[in-house]
């Protein structure tokens, strides 16, 4: 039941309460599957065959064949190189870089940054995908339109450089995000402070070290945990450009989840795969969640 | 001696001309006060002798030296901003030694200079608590101190004390007085409060479209101010200010045909006279038709306890007068005006003052 002391909450009980009826049924569902995927990578449940209708119960056998194995680590170490220089520099450092520069500039400038950056964003991942492949494949446009006419050699930049190509595409997808985020944050920052540190004899540098970056720590904390969460699981970009590859080049743990799960059968060891990405995601929060407090208390 | 001086300054916003040609001179120690209505460059003004603008036109002399282009600090000049601006992130401590640490100065000359300038300011005991832990009046101390830490040849203040209640006001007022007192450091105060500005200048520009009307001290744009402009914007409640023709027989009339003698006036400053100005504390209500002879009606009386308020309507023109004594009149009634005319101010054609 309602207990609280507004009176117009407490006489719209019975309302709230038939509204919050799906609300309720969807939180049991996500709680029974949270429940069915941390049961399971106790399992060696399977797709396919005898394991698929009797799973064992393998105690904690999943988890250490985690980190006694190879695949697992490989792609944690992909997933952080791609979540760090994609996410983390990438999106969030070009964003508040643009949003600071475009901040004061003429509104035509900002107009077409704006509707450049929103484009990648509106793209589905897909789209982008195929964007992309037709931008950096051997036939694609870099080698096509740049490095032929230039005399030099063609390279298949989907196979040479997989890694890098990812990471320039995300930052491509998701930069739009953080420039709003930034744009709006920036917005909250008094101008007279900033004109204050300007007095004060702070050049360009100076005001945003000293005094503009310490302001906006706890949007900037808040937004590396969202883009860190989403880039660690991020698939579908990733999947469809490369799918993993060439070899396991890029094959992040979204990526390596999915397979092991679906293309190998192995659910048992798919679901730990998803809890320790869970786990990984859950101490980054922790962190960013500490550097969101506020430092003007 | 001028320490600051503006010759012909301009300032445009694009095709907006916002200043055209202003002059002004500051003298050394003097607390000046730029003051007008909202609108009227006073800010722009002091943005610009800050650094904050770019100047348009003309120059700006400081020490007889030519600032146009140079840094704030060059400039020897620090300012207060209306909001305060102290970087909420820091410490009281960090934000009044935040311009020395910029200079690199040492740690031990940081603390040692902020130590002093905050026992002047009795801030010793707050040094390291953040801005919002502070009360208003605490947090424009902290704006003065970190102004004044690296020993400014200027300080400018950017309507300080209008985003406080009645009562802090003038508190501040007070406190901002004494340390001009105590300090003597040259000082540029904006606000559009006119109370402020004669309660705390040593010298105050009364500013209209980016011009400046009078310059001059609280005394004397009170007593002869030079313009209607300045008479009305002058002083509370606004001198009553009849545009008038002049008549024969010591009669002029205003332009609501009301008439109004001043047998006691030169015929010759009567012709050029094209507005009378009265303050309401020198208006007299009476009975009879004396004197003046000017009538209007009773509108509204605002009792303030020692004093009352009486507006009165002479057609559409609104007149207001001020009685320390006990007002016997009804709304509606129709009132007689009269006037020492020795207290009232007149202007010509041009909107300059006539000396009598």
């Known amino acids: ?137 051997s036939d694609g446009m870099i080698n096509v339109m740049i490095l032929q006419p230039l005399g030099f050699e063609k390279v298949n930049l989907l196979n040479e450089y997989a890694i890098e190509v990812v990471i320039i595409a995300n930052i491509w997808k998701g930069t739009a995000w953080s420039y709003l985020l930034f744009s709006a944050a920036l917005d909250t920052v008094s101008k007279e402070v900033i004109e204050a540190a300007y007095m004060d004899g702070a050049n360009a540098l100076q005001r945003l070290r000293h005094v503009l970056l310490p302001l906006l720590r706890a949007q900037i904390a808040t937004n590396l945990l969202f883009v860190t969460i989403w880039t660690y699981a991020f698939f579908s970009l990733i999947y469809a450009l490369t799918g993993g590859g060439p070899g396991r080049e890029t094959e992040v743990l979204s990526i390596y989840m999915y397979k092991q799960a679906f293309d190998v059968g192995k659910l048992g060891y798919g679901s730990a795969v998803a809890i320790a990405m869970m786990l990984i995601v859950g101490v980054l929060s922790v962190f960013y969640v500490r550097q969101s407090k506020d430092q003007t208390k | ?154 300080i400018l203040f950017d309507e300080p004390l209008s985003n406080l209640d009645a009562k802090l006001r003038v508190e501040m007022r007070m406190e901002l007085m004494k340390f001009h007192r105590n300090h003597n450091i040259t000082t540029i105060y904006v606000t559009h409060d006119q109370v402020e500005a004669i309660t705390m200048a040593d010298r105050i520009a009364v500013l209209e479209k980016g011009n400046i009307r009078q310059f001059d001290t609280p005394r004397v744009l009170f007593d002869t101010p030079a313009n209607p402009f300045v008479a009305s914007f002058i002083g509370s409640p606004q001198m009553n200010l009849f545009d008038v023709t002049a008549q024969n027989n010591y009669v002029v009339k205003t332009a609501e045909n009301s008439e109004i003698r001043l047998p006691d006036v030169s015929l010759a400053l009567l012709s050029d006279a094209k507005v009378i100005g009265i303050r309401p504390e020198h208006l007299k209500l009476q009975s009879e038709a004396t004197g003046a002879g000017l009538s209007a009606k009773v509108d509204l009386i605002e009792n303030l306890g020692d004093e009352s308020i009486i507006h009165l309507l002479a057609g559409e023109q609104r007149i207001t007068a001020r009685s320390h004594e006990p007002v016997d009149c009804q709304i509606g009634e129709t009132v007689f005006l009269g006037f020492d005319s020795t207290r009232a101010h007149f202007f010509g054609d041009q909107q300059n003052r006539l000396s009598r």
């Not at chain 1, 919050?20 to 995927?37: C, D, E, K, N, S």
């Not at chain 1, 105690?59 to 980190?67: C, T």
């Not at chain 2, 003309?58 to 007889?64: F, Q």
Request: aromatic share 10%.
């Open chain 1, 1 to 137: 039941m309602i207990t609280t002391s507004h009176v117009w909450l407490r006489r719209s009980a019975t309302p709230m309460a038939i509204a919050a009826i799906p609300a309720i049924l969807f939180i049991l569902l996500f709680v029974f599957y949270a429940g069915w995927t941390i049961w399971t990578s106790f399992t060696d449940l399977a797709l396919l065959g005898r394991k698929s209708v009797n799973p064992n119960f393998v105690w904690f056998d999943n988890y250490i064949r985690l980190v006694t194995r190879d695949g697992f680590l490989a792609s944690v170490w992909t997933t952080t190189v791609f979540t760090f220089f994609s996410a983390i520099v990438g999106q969030c450092g070009i964003g508040l870089l643009l949003a600071i520069l475009l901040k004061n500039s003429r509104f035509k400038l900002k107009s077409v940054v704006e509707f450049a950056i929103l484009f990648g964003w509106l793209a589905p991942d897909v789209v982008a995908a195929f964007m992309w492949n037709a931008f950096a494949s």
């Open chain 2, 1 to 154: 001696m001028a320490i600051l001086e503006a010759k012909h300054l301009r300032k445009d916003y694009q095709a907006v001309n916002v200043i055209a040609d202003l002059n002004l001179e500051v003298r050394e120690g003097d607390f000046t006060v730029l003051v007008g209505p909202s609108g009227c460059g006073k800010s722009t003004l002091l943005r610009m002798i800050a650094g904050l603008e770019d100047i348009t036109g003309g120059e700006l002399l400081i020490d007889g030296r030519r600032a146009n282009d140079l840094h704030p600090r060059e400039r020897g000049i620090s300012m207060v901003f209306q909001s305060y601006a102290l970087y909420p992130h820091m410490s009281v401590h960090d934000n009044i030694g935040f311009g020395l640490k910029l200079e690199g100065k040492s740690k031990q000359d940081i603390t040692k200079a902020v130590r002093e300038v905050a026992d002047t300011l009795q801030l010793t005991d707050y040094l390291d608590r953040k801005p919002s832990q502070l009360s208003g009046g605490q947090r424009q101390r902290v704006a003065i101190g970190r102004a004044i830490v690296r020993k400014p040849r200027i």
